[in-house]
């Protein structure tokens, strides 16, 4: 299939994502205070239901993943968007916590089931060397998306009506049976594994793929990294540096602009670059972006704010370059007629990651304020070494971009 065509087919699936994006935008600034304000139900109790709905999904990727083997990614992928917009458009109808669980559940579910089965999605609909660059894009458009649904949302949100949020919960749920519909328009041509050099290795089973797992471990701790910007950071600036509450707020918007404009750009000259020097270079980045921020605090308050954009800086640089590395890696080392279980399998990382994440910063930041980002520095650090002593155990077609 020659570049061109596959742009064509990779074209949905990206309009797809950015619709979808938008759509979740609109939606993130206002989930808690719709439950709230809206439905009735005090905040413990939707926080609450949320974690609940949440961790009953939880085991679901590798079952998605066997799913996706059998019946096919975009398929599943289309499941998991109308599961999304169901489960959003009944929270219109949520009073109690009950109906909460099973609407958020809902939405859970199709979660689960579009973010292990899309980057098969893609891996199924790109060249081999082509994929960090459609993984950068895959990125560019989340980042875009959230950030163009945010500045909508905050429009809505300041008429302060209840018309204005339930006209949030319809876009959103809309967005997502959009998206499915594009996504349909992804054609069926092209089998992948004919144009694969490791079309012809035998698949070896999940479980006794040890190089695999241990991807899938180490990724665990570079995800935590990742998340630590949203999870500790306003924590952080706001009790530990006791700056004003718009420095965190600038940080996220000047984190997604970079990473909407520049990642890209970013892929395009990793090109030809190894996949496992570039993880470590995000693990170094992120060690040092942590062990900038414990400093923080004994900065001079007058540097403090300067000093929190600039190791921001590097945290998105490392954000950049980690995103769809780890992605091209994990689909590299993939077998072919195993990828379904294998690459929802790797998905895990990142939730593992967002499970663990409030609890660990939270529990380190009682004992001293600065712990948590000095474990997080040598989370990273152990990481960067671990990926590179893992190396020689992947397939050597997997390693380059």
Not at 43 to 49: L, S, W
Not at 217 to 240: K, R
Not at 330 to 354: D, E, H, K, T
């Amino acid at each position: 299939m020659t570049t061109a065509v596959r742009s064509r087919a990779m074209a949905p699936v990206i309009v797809a994502l950015a619709i979808d994006m938008v759509g979740t935008g609109i939606f993130l600034p206002v989930s808690l205070l719709y439950f709230i304000v809206v439905a009735g139900i005090p905040a413990g109790t939707v926080g609450i239901c949320l974690t609940v709905a949440n961790l009953i999904s939880l085991p679901l990727p590798l079952l998605v993943g066997m799913l996706v083997d059998r019946i096919g990614s975009r398929l599943v992928v289309v499941i998991g968007l109308l599961l999304q917009g169901a489960g959003f458009l009944g929270y219109l109808a949520v009073r109690t916590p009950f109906w909460l669980v099973i609407a958020a559940l809902t939405v859970a579910v199709g979660v689960r089931f579009f973010w292990s089965a899309v980057f098969t999605l893609v891996t199924e609909r790109s060249e081999p060397e082509r994929r960090d660059h459609w993984f950068g894009i895959f990125g560019a458009v989340q980042n875009a998306g959230i950030g163009v649904g945010s500045l909508i949302s905050a429009g809505l949100v300041l008429l302060g009506t209840h018309a204005a949020y339930h006209f949030v919960i319809v876009v959103n749920g809309l967005s997502f049976v959009v998206a499915a519909a594009v996504v349909m328009l992804v054609g069926q041509s092209g089998n992948p594994a004919t144009h694969e050099k490791e079309a012809n290795e035998p698949s070896v089973p999940l479980g006794r793929n040890r190089p695999y797992l241990a991807l899938i471990g180490i990724n665990t701790i570079f995800a935590l990294c990742s998340v630590m910007l949203g999870v500790g950071v306003p924590i952080y600036v706001d009790l530990g540096l006791h700056q004003p509450g718009w420095v965190t707020g600038v940080l996220f918007a000047a984190n997604t602009v970079a990473i909407a404009l520049l990642q890209t750009q970013v892929v395009r000259w990793l090109k030809g670059r190894r996949r496992v020097r570039i993880m470590m270079f995000s693990g170094i980045l992120w060690a040092g972006w942590a062990v900038c921020l414990a400093l923080a605090v004994r900065t001079p308050s007058i540097l403090v704010v300067p000093l929190l954009f600039v190791v921001t800086a590097a945290f998105t640089t490392a954000e950049m370059t980690h995103g769809p590395t780890s992605n091209g890696l994990s689909a590299g080392a993939s077998p072919v007629a195993g990828r379904g279980r294998y690459i929802a399998a790797f998905q895990y990382s990142w939730a593992f990651a967002n499970v663990l994440a409030p609890a660990l910063f939270t529990q380190l930041f009682a004992v001293a304020t600065i712990l948590p980002w000095i474990v997080i520095a040598a989370l990273a650090a152990l990481a960067a070494v671990a990926v590179r002593a893992l190396e020689r155990h992947l397939p050597a077609a997997a390693l380059r971009t």
